[in-house]
């Protein structure tokens, strides 16, 4: 398994670009999620799926579009990328089957918005 | 409203003396506490999780955590600590099957020789 893969691992973009980051899981997972890395912010949870076809939004949604075409993909957008999109983001996956699964995360991809 | 506080921003330690890491939460429903490890440029790896039960959990790389729900703790502690330690330390709480965490905002870890 390569468990969760995302690409770019690294992209620069100028202001108001679009751009889609992607993330590719192999280990059947129901639920997909993205989030954002800030220095001293922590992880916020910005869109998350609980399957093909179901999205639904975290903490911090506005500027990102998500879908689920398929159980192995969950690509996030930025429509028009704004210097503060400038982060890393991680997408992870997991089982809904109960409470002992765990989320996997991915490698993240570096975001620098000019 | 849910959160986790990391009350240390930074931490240094001496290669062999334990470790504690605090991490307090603030949850409506039942917790699920996740302690993550991430190196530098790194992904977010598992330490520990707690779910129910016993609540001293053990975890990789020899950490443990204790849940003290009176407290609303969930501190993440090492007897020994070793340099390949250092990173960043994030505590997380959830629902069930970990899905829509909500993280504290680290602590980093250096180990001194």
């Known amino acids: 398994n390569a468990g969760v893969t995302q690409t770019p691992k690294f992209q620069v973009l100028k202001t108001g670009q679009s751009m889609t980051l992607q993330c590719a899981q192999d280990?059947?997972?129901?639920?997909m999620s993205w989030y954002r890395q800030d220095p001293g912010m922590g992880l916020r949870l910005i869109h998350y799926?609980?399957?093909?076809?179901?999205?639904d939004q975290g903490e911090v949604p506005n500027g990102y579009n998500v879908s689920r075409s398929t159980t192995e993909d969950f690509p996030l957008r930025l429509l028009s990328a704004a210097p503060s999109q400038t982060s890393v983001y991680f997408c992870?996956?997991?089982?809904?089957?109960?409470?002992?699964?765990?989320?996997?995360f991915g490698p993240g991809t570096r975001l620098l918005v000019l | 409203a849910q959160s986790v506080t990391q009350p240390d921003i930074h931490i240094t330690v001496s290669e062999g003396a334990s470790l504690e890491l605090r991490c307090n939460y603030s949850y409506g429903a039942t917790p699920y506490l996740f302690w993550y490890v991430q190196s530098p440029g790194q992904g977010l790896q598992l330490l520990l999780k707690y779910f129910s039960g016993d609540t001293l959990v053990q975890g990789i790389k020899g950490f443990e955590a204790e849940f003290k729900r009176s407290q609303s703790s969930f501190n993440l502690r090492k007897p020994s600590v070793h340099w390949s330690d250092a990173a960043e330390y994030f505590c997380a709480v959830g629902n069930q099957a970990g899905t829509a965490l909500i993280f504290g905002k680290g602590t980093t870890l250096s180990v001194s020789s």
């Open positions: 280990m059947n997972h129901e639920y």
């Open positions: 799926s609980v399957g093909a076809g179901i999205t």
């Open positions: 992870a996956s997991s089982y809904l089957r109960g409470p002992q699964e765990t989320q996997y």
